[in-house]
């Protein structure tokens, strides 16, 4: 005949887990803006790359994002981007 269990030993103290260093750092991190984020941001075209991977991230082909692809180019020579992405003879 066995014995009920004390309820003792239903009252264990709970210890949290501290979290790792690398882990907070890296949630941290999540709302600060990466090298890809700073890069695109730069353009001044940021708006119109995001509809543009939006769309093709829909749709799965990039013929169906004609209208987002257009006005990401229009933007991208306004800003004067495309003289600062010639390729240049070294």
Do not use: H
């Amino acid at each position: 005949m066995g014995s009920a269990p004390s309820k003792d030993n239903d009252k264990r103290p709970t210890v949290e887990q501290p979290t790792p260093p690398a882990a907070a750092a890296a949630e941290q991190e999540d709302d600060e803006p990466d090298e890809w984020d700073k890069r695109i941001f730069s353009t001044g075209c940021a708006e119109e790359n995001a509809r543009l991977t939006d769309c093709y991230y829909e749709k799965k082909d990039w013929r169906q994002c004609k209208e987002e692809m257009e006005m990401f180019k229009q933007c991208w020579k306004m800003q004067g981007n495309d003289k600062r992405t010639d390729s240049k003879d070294v």
